[in-house]
């Protein structure tokens, strides 16, 4: 009985473990669609390395979190001509 109970949990984490690696164009899109019915424009998406440091905002991560989702506002970085 032990052993089942043993056998059960570890296929429950694992399965859970599973379930949580999304893909990042899934998770992307997702996203993509809560900006868009806020009406945000002007934006772009990049799907970086988790260890990469960004000034930019994470809004995501992805593939069991070995990656991440930066948002940038376009014209962010162009300096105004002053």
């Known amino acids: 009985m032990k052993k089942y109970i043993?056998?059960?949990g570890l296929i429950l984490i694992s399965a859970t473990s599973w379930a949580t690696v999304t893909s990042c164009d899934e998770?992307?899109?997702?996203?993509e669609t809560k900006l868009e019915g806020k009406g945000v424009k002007h934006y772009t998406l990049q799907v970086v390395a988790k260890?990469?440091?960004?000034?930019?905002?994470?809004?995501?991560?992805?593939?069991g979190g070995s990656k991440k989702i930066i948002y940038t506002r376009a014209g962010k970085s162009e300096k105004k001509p002053g």
């Open 6 to 8: 043993l056998a059960s």
């Open 27 to 31: 998770i992307k899109s997702k996203i």
């Open 51 to 63: 260890d990469t440091e960004t000034k930019d905002r994470v809004v995501g991560s992805c593939e």
